[in-house]
């Protein structure tokens, strides 16, 4: 076989060749073995892919202390669903609007820089959340803009870090990346209510933002321990950039029907999520405030990692396209199940089986999007994935709220149901066939 590249191989290839064979000198000096590619064992053999992904687990460990301790915070305080909303919409709802200027910057600033300010940004703003909610009765409006402040940071960091993550690997293990991306994120879910709630019902919220700010340390220094690549330059710059991410959805069928997926299934389906601490109250009996809701809440998380994991492992050869559409039908199923209960007990259980097919469902999606997207639009195209994946899901919380308190839990639920149903049925994921060359 020949050492040279041959004069018609693509940047893509050359640069996974100039992995790979980096790769081959670490596991010659190092004594790694060598994994098979796309598993997400073959995806944490690369070092800088390591080291960021161990920095975000410890942060996002606090970020889910304060994002289960805000919900049941605002619960606690008012009883109303509506402000649970609220304040969720004040968190996530940021990701709708901003998302697409964190694309923009992904794609055309320094990325490594941005990230490290977006961090200590949304660390001081926890800092300033812990005053704001020391007193016993604390003010509702400055809740909900300090929360608002931090869900901006959120907003244009999420597109980026998204954007980072797959290019830390070669692209022949973007899925397994992908899908230990999607493990730290749920282990994080699983570890942070425990402590967060426990500290919640012990010691008071303050304590708990004031542990997420020091948690944003972790990212940073594992941020500043690597050097990130930049994209190439595609010549755009300003209203152009920021609809880049349009465009290749309108040209690409596959990623406009993830797209859709996405955005549909979070607002109507995942109404559960930001009313958990009022399902469990009217229906399971379980208080906001109680380690027993943490424990439900990690049920859900711990649920997640299993089937993140298992896209990476046990599924890892299976097509990425029907896993989404099974799971699509297995999460109908247990979300109709965990809307139907009235006690606590087979609640775990149930959560965490569906915490394991909605995670499947989200790691398959976002797979077949992100496998063959371009790196120069990598950042703009994972702007829409997270306005629909975090930016609709308090909005539809919101509307789930309000529901509830007309027609019930359980119809709302159900309703979610039907709606990741009907997606199974209608969403086509598979990659369009290539043309056969015919003789002339």
Not at 26 to 40: F, I, K, N, S
Not at 60 to 65: R, S
Not at 83 to 91: E, N, Y
């Amino acid at each position: 076989m020949s050492a040279t590249a041959p004069d018609d191989a693509s940047e893509d290839d050359l640069l996974d060749r100039d992995a790979y064979a980096a790769d081959v000198e670490d596991a010659y000096v190092d004594g790694d073995r060598t994994y098979t590619p796309g598993t997400a064992r073959s995806a944490f053999q690369h070092r800088t892919f390591r080291t960021i992904y161990l920095g975000a687990f410890a942060s996002n460990i606090g970020t889910w202390m304060q994002n289960v301790v805000l919900g049941a915070l605002a619960w606690q305080l008012t009883h109303s669903e509506v402000f649970v909303g609220v304040m969720i919409a004040a968190q996530l709802g940021p990701l709708l609007v901003f998302s697409v200027v964190g694309g923009m910057l992904a794609d055309n600033f320094d990325r490594k820089k941005v990230l490290v300010v977006l961090s200590i940004q949304q660390a001081v703003f926890s800092i300033v959340l812990a005053a704001v909610t020391a007193p016993d009765d604390p003010n509702r409006v400055a809740m909900v803009l300090t929360v608002l402040c931090i869900g901006i940071g959120n907003a244009l960091y999420a597109p980026i870090f998204s954007a980072v993550v797959p290019i830390l690997v070669p692209r022949r293990d973007i899925a397994g990346a992908i899908s230990l991306n999607s493990v730290q994120m749920n282990a994080s879910r699983v570890v942070g209510p425990i402590i967060g709630t426990t500290i919640y019902s012990q010691v008071g919220p303050s304590a708990v933002f004031i542990l997420n700010a020091v948690s944003f340390g972790f990212v940073i220094v594992s941020l500043l321990r690597v050097e990130l690549p930049n994209p190439p330059s595609t010549g755009g710059h300003g209203l152009h950039r920021l609809l880049e991410g349009v465009a290749v959805a309108k040209r690409d069928r596959v990623v406009r029907q993830s797209l859709l997926v996405i955005f549909t299934f979070s607002f109507f389906s995942l109404s559960f999520i930001t009313q958990m601490p009022t399902i469990a109250s009217q229906h399971l009996g379980i208080e906001a405030k109680s380690t027993a809701y943490g424990a439900l809440y990690a049920c859900f998380g711990i649920g997640a990692v299993i089937g993140a994991l298992s896209i990476g492992t046990v599924f890892a050869a299976t097509s990425k396209a029907i896993m989404t559409r099974r799971c699509l039908v297995g999460f109908a199923a247990m979300l109709a199940l965990f809307g139907s209960l009235r006690s606590s007990a087979p609640a775990y259980l149930t959560i965490l089986v569906l915490g394991a097919v909605y995670f499947a469902v989200i790691t398959s999606l976002s797979t077949v999007l992100q496998e063959d997207l371009d790196d120069a639009n990598r950042g703009s195209v994972m702007a829409l994935w997270i306005m629909g994946f975090g930016g609709t899901v308090p909005f539809g919380g919101l509307a789930g709220g309000k529901a509830m308190e007309l027609f019930g839990i359980f119809p709302v639920l159900a309703a979610g149901a039907v709606v990741a149903l009907v997606l199974a049925g209608m969403a086509d994921l598979r990659p369009d066939p290539e043309p056969v060359a015919t003789a002339g």
